[in-house]
């Protein structure tokens, strides 16, 4: 298929041009400008322009913003939706988080609609964000569950709350396009909790690392040593497992039109501590030498049932230990180049 892929530059959208370009695919992929284009472009030197190539979309909450990026020769048949802002670096919560979230959402859907009719399918990362309820947890999480978060709270609580606002709004709002448009085409979205794995994107340092990767970054650099951090958010899945979900998602017919919660499972900050030590030896000094971990397995705060993107998706999920491992290496890669 030909593709278009949104936030090329991403954490996750770098992950996503490798899987498809090893699922035979043809991409596309947006970015802010020319020379993130080109960087991207250089770790792919033998693939030729008609296999990857970038198109700029400088800010997608802009109004038509995608209007010419949907336009292709051979035209595209299906559209990976990643860009979205996730970072907690912010001045306004609406105009930082949610219009860019939620415009950039119902952006891409309407010039698909508009300029793009050969598009079939449509995947777009939404959030276990989009499903969570912080104040009172079901037993439970599967896709039947939406955060019921309220414009008023997303923009008067904190950087948190507006951000999975942000997520939760903007899935919604795809839905919503999808039930009173009737496009051509048809949804799915994937909605990862935290996601962990090895940095083969654009990069820009340590301190620039994406978001859901810092506390390990934080934790080889010893900013936990006295202490390690409270885990807070105790689920994950590795970023290529998040990557293959929504390359499956436009691959498979069954995946149309459904939410998949995508996740490995519970994890601790303590967990991850114990991989690192094993693994890397000569960073266990930059760890504390004790700690208990937060998470009680057996009273866990809520389950999860991630059957559906098992069965639909045929997702095998990778443990801790491999994802954790690859990150760290990578990292290290990087912070000695
Ligand atoms: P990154 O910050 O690495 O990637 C975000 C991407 O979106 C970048 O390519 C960024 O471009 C682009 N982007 C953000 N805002 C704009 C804008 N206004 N205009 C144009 N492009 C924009 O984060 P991730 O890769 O982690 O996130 C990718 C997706 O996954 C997002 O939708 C995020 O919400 C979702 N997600 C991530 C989770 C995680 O733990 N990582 C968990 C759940 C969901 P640029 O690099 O130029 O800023």
Redesign the pocket.
């Known amino acids: 298929m030909r593709v278009l892929l949104t ?7 770098a992950h996503c041009v490798d899987c498809l370009l090893r699922g035979g695919h043809s991409v596309v992929f947006t ?2 400008s020319k020379e ?1 284009g080109e960087r991207i472009l250089g770790n792919y030197p033998t693939v030729s322009s008609n296999g990857l190539s970038y198109v700029i ?5 802009k109004e038509d913003a995608f209007d010419t990026a949907v336009k292709s020769n051979p035209p595209f048949e299906a559209v990976l939706h ?6 907690f670096r912010i001045t306004d919560p609406k105009t930082d988080l949610l219009d ?1 979230a939620i415009f ?1 959402t119902i952006g891409i859907l309407k010039s698909i609609k508009k300029n793009a009719p050969t598009v079939k399918r449509v995947a777009i ?1 939404s ?3 989009a499903m969570v309820t912080v104040k009172a947890h079901p037993k439970i999480y599967d896709e039947s569950m939406w955060n019921n978060v309220t414009w008023d709270e997303a923009l008067h609580t904190d950087v948190y709350t507006a951000w999975r606002s942000s ?1 939760t709004f903007a899935e919604k709002a795809a839905w919503e396009f999808f039930e009173k448009e009737k496009p051509n085409f048809q949804i799915s979205t994937i909605n ?4 962990f794995g090895p940095v083969v ?2 990069f820009n340092g340590m301190d620039n690392i ?3 990767n810092e506390r390990i970054r934080d934790m080889i650099q010893g900013k936990m040593k006295e202490k390690l951090a409270p885990t807070g958010i105790f689920i994950w899945v590795d970023v290529r497992d998040v990557a293959l979900a929504h390359v499956r998602a436009i691959e498979i017919s069954e995946a149309a039109g459904q939410r998949f919660l995508c996740t490995a499972g519970f994890y601790s900050n303590a967990e991850i501590a114990n991989v690192i030590k094993k693994n890397f030896p000569d960073l266990k000094e930059k760890l504390p030498a004790s700690y208990e971990s937060d998470l009680d397995i057996n009273h866990k705060p809520f389950d999860v049932d991630n059957s559906r993107s098992k069965e639909v998706l045929r997702l095998k999920y990778k443990p801790i230990e491999e994802s954790i491992t690859d990150t760290v290496k990578s990292l290290l890669g990087i912070a000695m180049s």
């Open positions: 936030g090329g530059s991403g954490f996750l959208g970015v802010r993130k979309v400088e800010d997608i909450a990643t860009a979205s802002p996730y970072h860019p950039g990362t959030s276990f964000a997520k990862p909790p935290l996601v994107h654009y994406n978001t859901s």
